[in-house]
């Protein structure tokens, strides 16, 4: 089992993430921790080089945390970027927030960023993994625009099942799923049609858990894959080879 998308870099686990790495080490096969920020990505590295070959870095810049970010502060996280290109597992997580961003600037704003990280990575080759909301559809028509991308990663994706029909219409197209399926009724139709060559799991650690009180953490992935084996009446450890391997083809671990 591999949690392909957590924050636990996040002052959330200052007080204990020995543990929750430890409780992660004990059930997970790896754990993926994307940045959001240069300096989030900084510490996202810092963490992988502590815990190698358990934990995986990405370096993203987040759509709406990011997106009032000056040209320089742009440009220094695209530096830090290629400097690193050689020891992250993708480029993430990067995309359009169109729930919480109704402006038609910063929307604008935001899909500028995004394919300044499309552009690296079609030039390097490295994997994306994109956080999109309520903008599938377009996000799917810009992506279609880079050919040397290896791979294409929808992280807790919340489109619809047309464009999730598209989406595996490509063959290097994923769609990742998080702890939210357990809870959500969206997360679980769409579960049921999507086929699992396609998926992965997440569980968007510290978010996204049983409870909106509670922080989450990646050991909890393991609810997010019962939960697909409930709903497809497929058994755990199938769900679990398939998603995993995909993880693995995907960020090379
Ligand atoms: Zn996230």
Redo the contacts with the bound molecule.
């Keep these: 089992m591999i949690d392909t ?1 957590c ?1 636990i870099d996040f002052e959330d686990y200052d007080n204990d993430r020995e543990d929750v790495i430890k409780r992660a080490q004990e059930k997970l096969d790896a754990v993926i921790v ?1 940045g ?1 920020s240069e300096q989030s990505n900084q510490s996202v590295l810092d963490l992988s080089n502590k815990y190698k070959g358990f934990i995986y870095p990405t370096f993203g810049y987040h759509p709406v945390s990011s997106q009032n970010c000056s040209e320089d502060e742009l440009n220094g996280a695209h530096k830090h970027l290629i400097s690193n290109i050689k020891d992250i597992a993708a480029i993430g ?1 990067v995309g359009m927030d169109f729930f919480y961003v109704k402006d038609k600037a910063l929307r604008e704003r935001q899909r500028e960023i995004f394919t300044s990280f499309l552009e690296i990575a079609d030039e390097y080759k490295v994997p994306i993994l994109m ?1 999109v909301r309520d903008c599938e559809k377009k996000a799917v028509n810009i992506i279609e625009n880079y050919d040397n991308i290896p791979y294409f990663v929808f ?1 807790c994706f919340s489109g619809s099942l047309k464009t999730a029909r598209r989406i595996m219409d490509k063959d290097n197209c994923y769609m990742s799923f998080s702890t939210m399926l357990c809870y959500s009724k969206q997360h679980q139709d769409l579960i049921e049609n999507l086929d699992l060559d396609y998926i992965l799991t997440e569980t ?1 650690s510290p ?1 996204l858990a049983m409870t909106k009180e509670e922080r989450n953490e990646p050991v909890n992935v393991v609810n997010a894959l019962n939960k697909i084996s409930e709903i497809k009446k497929i058994d755990l450890n199938t769900v679990d080879e398939i998603t995993t391997s995909n993880a693995r083809k995907i960020f090379k671990i």
């Design positions: 998308h924050h994307s959001i997580e956080h992280h968007d978010y």
